[in-house]
Structure formats: C-alpha cells, structure tokens
C-alpha cells in the first residue's frame, strides 16, 4: 500500500481542526445509518463491501480525484481489503482507518478548556466516536476527575505527563450508556471516589458520598462544589468549579436536555427534569460556562475543538427550555424518547459492580452512538 493507515487520534485531531475529510464506509447500510463518523467539515459515502467488489469500476468514477480516501469498516480488517480492491483499479491516495469503529468509539481527545483563577488548569476529555465528555481539574500537583470512560490509561498518561496526582474521581451519576472509569481509575492512582448515593441501586464497592453541597478540593486550592440536579437519573449532580463553570453531567447539553427513562423511570423523573432545568439551574449565574458529560452532534463542538457554551445562550438556543407548559414539556419528554443505547441494563449492572465482562464484552456493549438526550 502507498500509504500508511490513519489512526483514530490523526483523524480526531483532522476533524478537530475542521480539516476537510472524505470517507468511504463499507460497513452495512443500517450499520451505517444507526452510527457513522462525523464531522462539520466530513464527507462520508456508505458502500457496503460487497458492492465494492461488484460494482468497483462504477464506485471508483463517484470517488474524489484530487482528495485522500479512508475507507471505514468496523474493525480495521475489511477495509485494508477494500483499499487493495481499488488500488487495484487504479485509486491511488487511498488508506485505511487502523482498527475501524471499534477504535474510533474508544478514542479520547483531551483539549484544554482553560485555565483556573488560582493557576491551575481544566481540560475537557472528548471521546469523539460515542459523543461522551469527561474533564480534569488540575493545581498545585494534584487532579479531579470527573466521569472518566473505561479507557482510563488516557487520563493517567495525560497526568503523568502534566506531574500531576489524580486525587479525586467523581461520577455525576450511575451512567447507563457506557461503562464508567470511575471506581477503576480511583483503584488505580489510590484516589478518593465520590458517588451520588441516591443512585446507589446496590453498589457492590465502597465510595465517599457525593451530595448537595460537597465540597472537593483540589491542590489546597480549588473548589468543586455539588450541586443536585435530579432529573436524568434521582441522583444526578453538577458541579460548580472555580465560580465559572458548571459541569452539568447528563441533565443538560448544549442543544439538547438528558432523557429520564433509562432506568425505566420517565414518569416518576421527568418531573425531576423540569424543576432543575426550569428552576434550579434557572437560578444560577447565567454567565456559568455549560461543560455538558455528552455532546450529540459534531456542530455541538466549537471552532477550538472543545464542547462549551454560556448558560444563558442554552436558555436562548436550545428549544427544550422554551416549553412553558408543564404538560407539554411532560409530553415532550416522554413521547419522544429515542431508542435505548445498546446493552444499556448490562452497563448499568457493571457500573454497579453486579457484572465484571471480559474486556471483548465491554467493548462490544458500548458499540453505537451516545444515546443520553432527549
């Protein structure tokens, strides 16, 4: 081959940066259409292999000419096979994406957000391929995590990297779309781990308790503070960090809010849902900065990369917090619930510590889109 296969982290860092990318996915049409690469700047065509095969001649006339192609598949292997079938016909700026679907859903970007009153700094994690978003406090030699995925070497690397201590680990809530990093990560670098014990649905380790009011200081210096935002699940908590920035978890996002049934509890939380998106978060500054735990759609990221905007141009933008009708946002909710993420009671059952998969099941569990919004 001409040339050498892109790696998921090159193609982030691409599409990031609003490059402009050509992709041939040769996965099956409904594999495609449930759950693709995206991008502001992305142009994606889907031609299953085996067309590939029959009708070479024909596909090969709608590629670009003057563009490098990556052909797609969902683990890396099919797709060095499509690009050796049109090198064989004549297609030369060809490559593949090395390890498919599969690494792209595992891949974790950190960008940074900005730096902190007192010195410190915070960096935003973006899991590009499954929309999920974690973030690290860091001053004064110490860090917090907070919603780390399982893939939790990035965020020790990237500590290790910056001489920092991970300190603290937080989850927002018991995640029901993926499987979480949390406990594990806390195991790994010995540090404290803080969890909502209204969602403690039988929890088989120990945490410290994270509620309203909670105060986590980090490198003796900054505060992040808890704030109850049921509605997603009862335990749901944000947080308020440096006076600037609320990290909402997944009770709001940037053009969406999160879906209350994941649980199989939409009636009993949707009320839950209003009163902290119409009432508690209402009463905030609304010069807060949004740090959502999951992003929805490519457009939801910024032009530096990062997924964030001011709480008071959420409130002007994003329709779900326009309904002022309480039996109409009810409705809203739940009559327009998408369908459920993938293994989603099997994740839950693991973020409890009930199941221990192989790490081949995990991965399998999480394959598809984020699927926390409503």
Same mark, same amino acid.
């Given at each position: 081959?001409?040339?050498?296969?892109?790696?998921?982290?090159?193609?982030?860092?691409?599409?990031?940066?609003?490059?402009?990318?050509?992709?041939?996915?040769?996965?099956?049409?409904?594999?495609?259409?449930?759950?693709?690469?995206?991008?502001?700047?992305?142009?994606?065509?889907?031609?299953?292999?085996?067309?590939?095969?029959?009708?070479?001649?024909?596909?090969?006339?709608?590629?670009?000419?003057?563009?490098?192609?990556?052909?797609?598949?969902?683990?890396?292997?099919?797709?060095?096979?499509? =690009?050796?079938?049109?090198? #064989? *016909?004549? &297609?030369? @700026?060809?490559?593949?994406?090395?390890?498919?679907?599969?690494?792209?859903? $595992?891949?974790?970007?950190?960008?940074?957000?900005?730096?902190?009153?007192?010195?410190?700094?915070?960096?935003?994690?973006?899991?590009?391929?499954?929309?999920?978003?974690?973030?690290? =406090?860091?001053?004064?030699? #110490? *860090?917090? &995590?907070? @919603?780390?995925?399982?893939?939790?070497?990035?965020?020790?690397?990237?500590? $290790?990297?910056?001489?920092?201590?991970?300190?603290?680990?937080?989850?927002?809530?018991?995640?029901?779309?993926?499987?979480?990093?949390?406990?594990?990560?806390?195991?790994?670098?010995?540090?404290?781990?803080?969890?909502?014990?209204?969602?403690?649905?039988?929890?088989?380790?120990?945490?410290?308790?994270?509620?309203?009011?909670?105060?986590?200081?980090?490198?003796?210096?900054?505060?992040?503070?808890?704030?109850?935002?049921?509605?997603?699940?009862?335990?749901?908590?944000?947080?308020?960090?440096?006076?600037?920035?609320?990290?909402?978890?997944?009770?709001?996002?940037?053009?969406?809010?999160?879906?209350?049934?994941?649980?199989?509890?939409?009636?009993?939380?949707?009320?839950?849902?209003?009163?902290?998106?119409?009432?508690?978060?209402?009463?905030?500054?609304?010069?807060?900065?949004?740090?959502?735990?999951?992003?929805?759609?490519?457009?939801?990221?910024?032009?530096?990369?990062?997924?964030?905007?001011?709480?008071?141009?959420?409130?002007?933008?994003?329709?779900?917090?326009?309904?002022?009708?309480?039996?109409?946002?009810?409705?809203?909710?739940?009559?327009?619930?998408?369908?459920?993420?993938?293994?989603?009671?099997?994740?839950?059952?693991?973020?409890?510590?009930?199941?221990?998969?192989?790490?081949?099941?995990?991965?399998?569990?999480?394959?598809?889109?984020?699927?926390?919004?409503?």
């Amino acid at each position: 081959m001409a040339l050498q296969p892109i790696t998921v982290s090159e193609l982030a860092k691409k599409i990031l940066a609003n490059e402009d990318v050509f992709l041939l996915d040769i996965r099956k049409e409904e594999d495609y259409n449930d759950w693709s690469i995206q991008g502001r700047n992305v142009n994606s065509m889907n031609i299953p292999f085996k067309q590939l095969e029959n009708e070479t001649e024909d596909i090969k006339k709608q590629l670009p000419e003057n563009q490098t192609i990556y052909v797609v598949c969902a683990k890396g292997i099919s797709s060095q096979k499509g =690009v050796e079938i049109l090198e #064989e *016909a004549g &297609v030369n @700026d060809i490559t593949y994406l090395e390890g498919g679907m599969t690494a792209w859903s $595992e891949h974790i970007e950190p960008m940074k957000i900005g730096d902190l009153s007192n010195g410190g700094e915070l960096y935003q994690f973006i899991r590009i391929g499954k929309g999920c978003l974690s973030y690290m =406090v860091m001053t004064n030699g #110490e *860090a917090a &995590v907070i @919603d780390p995925v399982r893939m939790t070497d990035a965020y020790k690397n990237f500590a $290790e990297e910056k001489d920092t201590a991970i300190k603290y680990v937080l989850d927002t809530h018991l995640h029901a779309d993926h499987i979480s990093g949390g406990k594990k990560l806390a195991e790994q670098t010995d540090a404290e781990y803080y969890f909502p014990p209204k969602d403690d649905e039988g929890l088989t380790f120990n945490y410290s308790k994270l509620e309203d009011g909670t105060t986590i200081t980090v490198g003796g210096s900054v505060e992040i503070n808890a704030f109850y935002s049921p509605g997603h699940t009862i335990g749901s908590t944000s947080f308020i960090l440096d006076n600037k920035y609320l990290m909402t978890g997944d009770i709001l996002f940037i053009d969406s809010i999160g879906r209350p049934d994941l649980a199989g509890k939409a009636e009993d939380w949707v009320d839950d849902l209003r009163q902290t998106l119409y009432g508690r978060y209402e009463d905030l500054s609304q010069n807060f900065i949004v740090l959502p735990a999951h992003f929805g759609e490519m457009k939801e990221i910024n032009d530096d990369g990062t997924v964030q905007d001011k709480l008071e141009n959420i409130y002007q933008k994003n329709d779900r917090l326009q309904v002022e009708d309480e039996e109409k946002f009810r409705h809203l909710v739940t009559d327009n619930l998408p369908p459920q993420p993938n293994s989603h009671e099997e994740i839950r059952k693991t973020n409890m510590g009930k199941n221990n998969p192989e790490e081949d099941e995990r991965r399998e569990m999480e394959v598809g889109p984020n699927r926390c919004a409503v």
